[in-house]
């Protein structure tokens, strides 16, 4: 529950959004699915994160989950 209450806490404040990217592309989506942080892919699900969005590599969030076996 630590990083979900954190990353939860840091959209509430403002000091994230959900759409925010990386230098690298990577939406918090993307950071979330290729770690396995599947409460806190529930979470940024619930506030209306866009999972069309590509990385500068052009995957998608499914795609890293996959490809980092989660």
């Known amino acids: ?36 942080h599947k409460n806190i892919i529930r979470e940024l699900l619930r506030r209306n994160v866009d999972f069309r969005v590509k990385n500068a590599d052009g995957k998608l969030a499914w795609e890293l989950a996959e490809e980092y076996n989660f």
């Not at 959900?18 to 290729?34: E, M, Q, T, Y």
């Open 1 to 36: 529950m630590g990083k979900t209450k954190e990353v939860k806490d840091a959209l509430v404040s403002g000091a994230l959004s959900v759409n925010d990217r990386d230098g690298k592309g990577d939406s918090l989506f993307h950071i979330a699915a290729r770690n396995g």
